[in-house]
């Protein structure tokens, strides 16, 4: 069985890294950008830290910044229009996974015009065409979506999130620039960061994974769990190593996919609005104890990574529960909470339902059912 690996055309990593949007702008001979960017990010000046540079150069774009934290099926419909009224030929993303996502959206659905019913690429999306190219500027250290072949949208009208996978959604050039991602709140930095280990380990053991993508995902949890405290208490080093360790867990999840703990974070945020990453937060312990019959000696190596000392002392119950222990402390620290307190009993059989339908759900290393999402639900009450 072949094995695809795909990753951005470019990638620059490091302070500084924006300088080089210019540099890919005027080498690639775009004319105007649709530069989308939430309204936080524009109200604190982050996105201006691109837009100067293009000031700078004369270079010409347009701003869109109808975007919320967990995009809308009505935000892409309206970026597009913004999109086509701008005669914009390139899009650049600027933010975390919302605006990412929102301009994978616009630019799928440019290019593949057939798709303009936003729910119609949910799944894997049989786009025939590349999306307009995309210049994705991530302003957290989580999501990964400037290296990812997926998007998550929100349909508010039925209450659920819709994960679209499609290979033709990638952006051509990723500037993952630690100095973009200092503004970020201490809360925003664990939750975002979460997610980051969510993606690592979820990608490290789901069915799909191999050698190639193991490696990115050992060293991205040995990253994440040796720089995330730092980064959310602000240190250079801390911000330095997630911007680095939750990229290179992108490169290896999107290409093998991710498991329950997504499909139930999804589920969370369509229903109670849960910023992502604290639901992955809150998810992600009860999964990988509830996965780890199924994980052979995986969970040995993960506790390696978290920093867990005398793992090969350890028998296999040992150092499963350490490994579901280290993310338990290492999400505390950051001050995730482990329980959601809005979650109802009544609401349990759609949540459920809704996970269980969701694309990440087939690659859990452990085939579930209804009435075990259920059971695992009810354990953030």
């Not at 009505?74 to 993303?93: M, P, R, T």
């Not at 033709?168 to 960061?193: E, F, N, Q, R």
Request: net charge negative; proline share 5%; hydrophobic share 40%.
């Amino acid at each position: 069985m072949a094995q695809r690996i795909m990753l951005n055309e470019t990638s620059y990593h490091g302070s500084g890294a924006i300088a080089e949007i210019v540099t890919e702008v005027k080498a690639r001979g775009f004319q105007k950008a649709l530069v989308c960017s939430d309204p936080d990010l524009v109200k604190y000046q982050v996105t201006a830290k691109v837009t100067d540079l293009l000031d700078k150069e004369g270079l010409s774009y347009e701003l869109y910044t109808d975007i919320k934290p967990n995009p809308t099926i009505e935000n892409v419909q309206s970026g597009v229009a913004a999109f086509k009224k701008a005669a914009a030929d390139y899009l650049i993303a600027i933010g975390g996974g919302s605006s990412m996502d929102t301009c994978k959206a616009i630019g799928i659905i440019i290019a593949n015009p057939e798709f303009e019913d936003v729910r119609s690429l949910e799944g894997a999306s049989p786009t025939t065409k590349p999306c307009v190219p995309i210049i994705a500027v991530p302003t957290t250290a989580g999501t990964a979506a400037e290296v990812t072949i997926n998007y998550v949208i929100t349909d508010v009208e039925r209450k659920r999130k819709f994960v679209c996978v499609d290979p033709h959604d990638m952006p051509i050039v990723a500037i993952v620039d630690p100095d973009m991602m200092a503004s970020m709140p201490k809360g925003l930095t664990a939750s975002t960061g979460m997610d980051a280990l969510t993606h690592a380990i979820e990608g490290y053991t789901t069915k799909g994974a191999w050698e190639m993508t193991d490696m990115f995902h050992l060293e991205a949890i040995r990253l994440i769990s040796k720089s995330l405290r730092g980064a959310v208490e602000g240190t250079p080093e801390g911000r330095k190593g997630m911007a680095l360790g939750e990229y290179i867990a992108g490169m290896g999840f999107s290409n093998v996919g991710l498991g329950i703990a997504h499909s139930m974070a999804h589920t969370l945020g369509a229903v109670y609005d849960t910023p992502h990453g604290v639901a992955c937060a809150m998810m992600l312990p009860i999964v990988m104890a509830y996965n780890a019959e199924c994980t052979g000696e995986k969970y040995r190596e993960i506790a390696r990574a978290m920093g867990v000392e005398g793992v090969d002392q350890m028998s296999q119950e040992e150092y499963r529960a350490a490994a579901v222990e280290a993310v338990q402390k290492l999400s505390a620290d950051v001050g995730i909470p482990a329980k959601l307190e809005a979650l109802k009993e009544e609401d349990l059989p759609f949540l459920a339902d809704s996970a269980f339908a969701d694309a990440c759900c087939p690659g859990n290393p452990k085939d579930t059912n209804v009435e075990d999402l259920k059971m695992l639900f009810r354990k953030l009450m």
